[in-house]
Nanobody, 114 residues
Framework: QVQLVESGGGLVQPGGSLRLSCATSGSIFRVNIMGWYRQAPGKQRELVARLTPGGTTTYTDSVKGRFSISRDNAKSTVYLQMNSLKPEDTAVYYC????????WGQGTQVTVSS
């Protein structure tokens, strides 16, 4: 059974930084493109970053230059470094496979507010 456990969210002021972590069960991590998604209140879940097993990254335009996705193969963990955070980044953040996500974890709340 695939397990995804996101952590690292919190309340941060505009311009601040957070680093999100996603611990996986391993099976999903080794063979899949992994992505970070987010869902803001009243909006659909969207993919913000993805990372291939070979290390190629892709970002949605709104986070380019501010977010960075990475992975630790030994720990089967995916990270999202978020810098220069804006209020519009406020959302629940999830990690999962892309383009065919498995069961979703609980996510981690990121709130950007002064």
């Amino acid at each position: 059974q695939v397990q995804l456990v996101e952590s690292g969210g919190g309340l941060v002021q505009p311009g601040g930084s957070l680093r999100l972590s996603c611990a996986t069960s391993g099976s999903i991590f080794r063979v899949n493109i992994m992505g970070w998604y987010r869902q803001a209140p009243g909006k659909q879940r969207e993919l913000v970053a993805r990372l291939t097993p070979g290390g190629t990254t892709t970002y949605t335009d709104s986070v380019k230059g501010r977010f960075s996705i990475s992975r630790d193969n030994a720990k089967s963990t995916v990270y999202l470094q978020m810098n220069s955070l804006k209020p519009e980044d406020t959302a629940v953040y999830y990690c999962n496979a892309w383009p065919n996500p498995r069961s979703w974890g609980q996510g981690t709340q990121v709130t950007v507010s002064s």
